[in-house]
């Protein structure tokens, strides 16, 4: 009864799976804007996720705090998408639309500085040398045609070395096979008889990095670049 008067498809929903919803998502946002206040972004960060994990309606101003909570953990990438729904659904009628103008704005340097850098992802999340091929973007394993063996047998005449063929009285005669020369066997053609195959590393895609989950500062770290000599 005390909701009728909010009226919104969204907000009926929330009514009809009852009450505690409503109230767990408005106690969630009073606790997170008091994590802001307190400078405590990570909280904030944690009761920003329950209310989305929730199925209850997201309160209009949510996406704003949100978006300047990931600003302050350096979620920059992220911070801008909130930020944009946030100026999207609420236009500049929106309660915290000079604030959300200005962290538009605060926005632009960090995220031109990650679309410049080539050390991290579109999240600016840094880039390291993948663990399985430590930045050589192939790995080599025994060669799976011949299980490392380095011969395969002869297709033509089944390993046997010997082909048959049938001559005009109907006889069959027997030849050495030319392919294996009599042999039976052949060298492996996909390993060449090296016994190793070389291919497209799996863990990083044959990219040779993979994605951290260290922020960047986008300065190279001469101690952590893949150009390191690999010793293993
Ligand atoms: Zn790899
Ligand atoms: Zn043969
Ligand atoms: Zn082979
Ligand atoms: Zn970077």
Redo the contacts with the bound molecule.
Sequence with gaps: MVFLWLGTGLQSVALAQGRPSLGRTDRLMEMAKTSIANSEYEKANYYFRQIIESSASIPPEMPYYFAETLYELKQYDNSSKFLSKYLEINGFKAENYEAAKALENKLKAPLE??AS????DTK?Y?YQACPTCHGKKVIEQDCSLCKGRGIVGCSRCKATGIVTKKNVFNITEYYQCTRCKGEGRLTCPRCDGSLKEVSACHTCSGFGEVHSEEL???QEHHEHTTAEPEVH
Excluded at 117 to 120: D, F, I, P, R, V
């Design positions: 500085a990650i850098c080539k050390l991290c600016g840094r960047c500062d986008h």
